[in-house]
């Protein structure tokens, strides 16, 4: 089978897995230009209230295929940026589940999603230095907001890979989880994530993200919905809400 993003959508999660098996799911050219599109359908989706990015398999994204960078590697690079961005842009909360490697491309994935679970043994590494490639200026931006200059520079000076734990105390990692128990815990934390109000949460990952236009829009959007209404009496009713107010959908 070709490399290819997978994507599923079960209980309102939407579940994007990198595939290409042979080469440690390496993004090709192919694959990065199908990401801006295929978030935006899933944005699209009103079923869809939270998203979940991972690798097949043992491991979650070795970076871009190397082969892909021989050619033409400004064009490459541009269109990792454009996939970053497009997923940092996702109006929904993300996460990462983060097995094995997360090299290159692949941090510049994790880093552009919401937040990030790995599971024990997995391995992280910013490496455009072992190629003498310049790391994006946004893509720098975005790891120096997760981890400070500190860490930043160390991954980027170096190239050099670290573990899930060091990635937990530095702020690129959210979680971490022993052998075997990711998948369950990310069910577990994406059930949480669709049972809450998507206006608190579409508000908030504006106002996280550094938003700072958009006071009076959350503000309005606030009024005309009933989501405080329902969040308050169903906690005074000791039973779960059911809020109304979606993302809205473009076209």
């Not at 993003?5 to 994007?16: Q, Y």
């Not at 391995?123 to 455009?128: A, I, R």
């Not at 106002?207 to 906690?235: I, K, L, N, P, Y």
Request: charged share 25%.
């Amino acid at each position: 089978m070709e490399p290819q993003l997978e994507h599923r959508v079960t209980d309102s999660v939407a579940t994007v897995v990198i595939r290409h098996p042979e080469k440690r799911n390496a993004m090709t050219a192919a694959m990065w230009r199908s990401v801006p599109a295929l978030l935006e359908e899933l944005a699209g989706d009103p079923d869809v209230r939270a998203l979940v990015l991972t690798g097949e398999g043992r491991t979650f994204c070795a970076g871009a295929d190397i082969s892909t960078l021989r050619d033409s590697p400004h064009e490459a690079q541009g269109l990792a940026v454009r996939a970053e961005e497009a997923l940092a842009a996702f109006p929904k909360p993300t996460l990462a589940a983060i097995r094995g490697h997360c090299v290159g491309g692949g941090v510049q994935l994790a880093a552009a999603c919401d937040l990030r679970f790995a599971e024990e043994g997995a391995l992280f590494g910013v490496t455009p230095a072992k190629l003498g490639i310049v790391y994006p200026a946004s893509s720098t931006r975005r790891l120096v907001s997760l981890v400070g200059p500190a860490t930043a520079k160390y991954l980027l000076f170096s190239g050099e890979l670290i573990d899930a734990q060091r990635a937990l105390r530095t702020g690129l990692v959210d979680e971490v989880l022993p052998e075997g128990e990711l998948g369950k815990r990310v069910a577990e934390f994406t059930r949480v994530l669709v049972s809450r109000s998507q206006l608190t949460q579409a508000a908030a990952k504006e106002f996280a993200d550094g938003r700072t236009d958009r006071d009076a829009h959350w503000a309005g959007q606030a009024r005309g919905s009933s989501d405080t209404a329902e969040g308050v009496a169903a906690f005074l009713e000791r039973r779960q809400p059911r809020f109304g107010w979606s993302v809205p959908t473009s076209g």
